[in-house]
């Protein structure tokens, strides 16, 4: 029993390995990726939306019977760096699509291919040609020589998606896991973390359940190392007078965090108001941002994947920016209820020039996709 | 009538809100739990738990109030989610009366998740159920 529940998780993983997860919800949870749809329809109506475009059809049956589709295309960034606009499509048109269809009985689907019925043009096709890869310029800094985590002067951008899909300690070999956090063996979860037994065995039952009760998904902020792992990407805004950074999201419903930087002593676990982001204090050690924090609630997951915590959770984050391109993320988890001894982890994020975070606000998304 | 409607709506809104703002993902027994327990389904007794973790032991007080028992002991099983709790209460005429619960958590993944088994207080036992506040 045991062997054919590692199995099937593996097939999910190797099938999930091809799509991208670009929500805040878990894309395992949402789509039944055994199963297949296709759908031949009429466009009512375009949702043209960071962080996922839905395109709705009516769909006629056998019997003549018409229901409404919500076909999930895409995240809008990536489909407009590849050459898609919204206009591709328009009210009125008939399409045939092939994806998955989503758990449970909502009409809803990811699309696999999106073909134009009449041209047979097919739309929305992810662009093979290799983007631009020119060496990245030095970091940007303030007049004092200092490293700025945010953009150049005169310039806009923010960081974008972590190149890992969810925390794990950074030592042994490499864990194999899908977008989701989703491992592809669950026998590796000893080796993500070094768990307490309870730790595991929770973690173990959001890895079978396929994070369906990810907080997240349910629109409640992404706290800890999982407010960078948003699909909608965050940004620095460095108030060098006011002695604080904050830290913009682009997910979690657009939250922000405060990381003071003025000098004050980080306050004492018994005295915080816990909280999502809790109570954090910064420092430069040279071109490294130090970040302490304390002060979380047990509200949120503290990675992707379904790590959990306590309200004993001590977190020291390490910022670093070796160019403009990559932030490097680092850090350690100490949660002596939760985990044996403290340990690290961390990752890579890429800057996204020449754009704004997109408004999204998770409620909103989630009303069109109706998997909740 | 309409906006009596109205009130409950509100009230149920707020309910609603409040129990998704304090979703508790840490250690599963983490919070106050409440539901009853009986020999039978119209005989109850009303039940209230509070526990916590302190990264070793799981510690609480059943019926928290001037009445309230500290919880002996909390034994947890992780590998089929089922619980055991002792406690040492007093009955109505205050003779000492033993507590022992088995039970098993359920839907451990909803803030609302659940505790049921056997309860037994003395000689008399019983069924309870307790959900998570």
């Known amino acids: ?372 | 009538m309409q906006s009596r409607a109205f009130r409950r709506g509100c009230l149920w809104a707020c309910l609603a809100l409040a129990a998704s703002g304090f979703a508790q993902e840490g250690y599963p027994l983490t919070g106050t739990w409440s539901g009853d327990w009986g020999a039978t389904a119209t005989q109850r007794t009303h039940l209230t738990l509070v526990m916590s973790w302190d990264g070793k032991n799981v510690t609480g007080i059943l019926n928290p109030g001037p009445h309230s028992t500290p919880l002996a002991s909390v034994f947890v099983d992780v590998s089929n989610w089922t619980v055991r709790i002792e406690a040492d209460a007093k009955d109505a005429s205050g003779k000492p009366v033993h507590i022992a619960a088995q039970g098993r958590l359920d839907d451990l993944g909803s803030y609302h998740r659940t505790l049921t088994g056997t309860w037994s207080e003395g000689t008399a036992k019983g069924d309870f159920k307790v959900t998570r506040e």
């Open chain 1, 1 to 372: 029993m045991k062997r054919a529940l590692v199995y099937l998780l593996a097939m999910t993983w190797a099938i999930l390995g091809a799509f991208p997860a670009s929500a805040d919800r878990s894309f395992s949870a949402t789509y039944d990726t055994e199963r297949q749809v296709t759908l031949a329809g009429v466009v009512t109506q375009i949702e043209w939306v960071n962080p996922r475009a839905f395109v709705r059809i009516d769909v006629r049956d056998a019997a003549g019977t018409v229901s409404n589709w919500a076909v999930e295309i895409g995240n809008p960034l990536d489909l407009e760096r590849d050459g898609w606009k919204r206009n591709a499509l328009h009210i009125g048109d008939s399409i045939r699509v092939e994806g998955l269809p989503a758990r449970g009985r909502a009409k809803q689907a990811f699309a696999k291919s999106v073909v134009l019925a009449g041209s047979g043009k097919r739309l929305f096709v992810a662009s093979n040609k290799p983007r631009a890869s020119a060496p990245a310029p030095p970091a940007p800094r303030w007049p004092d020589g200092r490293v700025s985590l945010g953009p150049p002067p005169g310039q806009t951008g923010y960081w974008g998606a972590a190149n890992v899909p969810s925390l794990v300690e950074t030592k042994g070999a490499p864990i194999s896991m899908n977008s989701d956090g989703l491992l592809r063996n669950l026998s590796d979860a000893g080796r993500v973390a070094p768990f307490l037994p309870w730790a595991q065995a929770l973690y173990e039952y959001r890895q079978r359940s396929l994070l369906r009760d990810d907080p997240a998904s349910r629109c409640l902020p992404p706290g800890g190392p999982r407010q960078f792992q948003t699909a909608n990407g965050f940004q620095f805004v460095e108030q060098r007078e006011l002695g604080r950074i904050l830290v913009l999201l682009g997910g979690g419903d657009r939250n922000w965090r405060v990381i003071s930087t003025d000098g004050r002593p980080q306050g004492q676990p018994d005295e915080v108001v816990r909280s999502y982001y809790g109570n954090s204090v910064g420092r430069w050690e040279g071109d490294t941002l130090v970040v302490d924090s304390i002060g979380f609630n047990e509200s949120f997951w503290l990675s992707k994947g379904g790590l959990p915590h306590t309200e004993a959770l001590h977190l020291t984050e390490r910022f670093s920016r070796p160019d403009l391109n990559t932030l490097k993320y680092q850090v350690t988890v100490d949660d002596p209820r939760t985990y044996t001894r403290p340990w690290t982890g961390g990752w890579t994020q890429q800057w996204v020039p020449n754009q704004d975070i997109q408004e999204y606000f998770c409620e909103e998304n989630a009303e069109s996709t109706f998997i909740r």
